[in-house]
């Protein structure tokens, strides 16, 4: 009886989430912890956890496409997993080399135009899970309607020093500029196709932090992060919604605070930085709490006022 009430309550929370929720992120990056642990919770082996996390993957892959994400990261394999035992590490390549090709030719994933990517070291994975990489990537990659990136033989602190080298190399070599290094030039050593800035990054497993995931892409765009208990098999819609819900708070966070600041600034400020502030403020106007909000006038009246004038 009280496993049925937990059901329904559940549903209904789930409901709920999903009819509070106005938007969706971009780009979507998760961190799949927990798959060992869940196994040893019910007395299994690691690679029980594994394939019960992969269940999961399929799942938010579906959910991601509902609300409107176009763009899903998932840290499958970093590079301290090459010092879990030899057995597990197996068992884990096998299991990604099935999953690769099931979702490679999946009718679901073409109807959809996935586009399944892979990110990391790639060269450091045995033979047959790169040729099951070339075979996935190749199988999708006239598509461009969802992305679906995973991470294999990942880490963040070697991606950035890997493109940083090929930087330096190139400017030795006079073939790049050092006054003309930008942010693209960077983003185009990183990876054979553009990834987008991430917006929010989940974790589950009960860990509070980011592992150095996607460091380019999500500390340089302040992506919300959403850390929850479940480990990964565990991982239910709510979970995801309320993931969700942790961005858009986020965002409405961000927009405060920029109309906040563009109020100051037509409070306070000469006429070349008020248009700017205007525009700004106009924008994201309603962001602010309705006893914070300038009136039309307070913000126009800036034009006769005596600090503005010439």
């Not at 509070?20 to 919770?41: C, F, K, L, M, W």
Request: a negative charge; aromatic letters at 8%; glycine letters at 8%.
């Amino acid at each position: 009886m009280r496993g049925w009430l937990r059901r329904r309550v559940g549903a209904a929370y789930e409901r709920l989430l999903a009819r509070e929720i106005s938007g969706a992120p971009t780009h979507v990056a998760v961190i799949q912890d927990g798959n060992r642990r869940y196994a040893r919770s019910r007395g299994g082996e690691a690679p029980d956890g594994h394939r019960a996390g992969a269940e999961t993957t399929e799942r938010v892959l579906r959910w991601c496409r509902e609300i409107g994400v176009e763009e899903l990261t998932l840290y499958a394999f970093s590079t301290e997993n090459f010092d879990r035992p030899p057995e597990e590490r197996e068992a884990l390549f096998d299991l990604l080399c099935e999953k690769l090709r099931e979702f490679a030719d999946s009718t679901e994933v073409h109807e959809n135009g996935v586009s399944i990517r892979v990110i990391g070291n790639v060269d450091r994975l045995p033979e047959r899970v790169r040729a099951t990489v070339d075979y996935a990537e190749g199988r999708t990659r006239g598509y461009d309607r969802f992305v679906l990136n995973v991470a294999l033989a990942y880490g963040g602190r070697n991606e950035l020093l890997s493109a940083a080298r090929d930087v330096a190399r190139d400017v030795d070599a006079g073939g790049l500029d050092p006054d003309g290094i930008d942010v693209g030039t960077i983003e185009r050593r990183l990876y054979d196709s553009p990834v987008r800035d991430v917006d929010l990054i989940i974790r589950t497993g009960g860990d509070e932090r980011t592992s150095n995931f996607l460091p380019w892409h999500a500390n340089g765009n302040e992506a919300a992060v959403f850390f929850c208990t479940p480990y990964w098999p565990e991982f239910s819609k709510t979970d995801f919604l309320r993931g969700i819900r942790t961005y858009e708070h986020r965002e409405a966070s961000w927009r405060r605070t920029r109309a906040r600041r563009a109020l100051a600034l037509v409070r306070a400020v000469s006429e070349p930085e008020l248009a700017e502030a205007r525009e700004i403020l106009g924008q994201f106007r309603d962001s602010l709490p309705t006893g914070e909000r300038p009136d039309e006038g307070e913000i126009e009246s800036t034009d006769s006022d005596p600090r503005t004038a010439d």
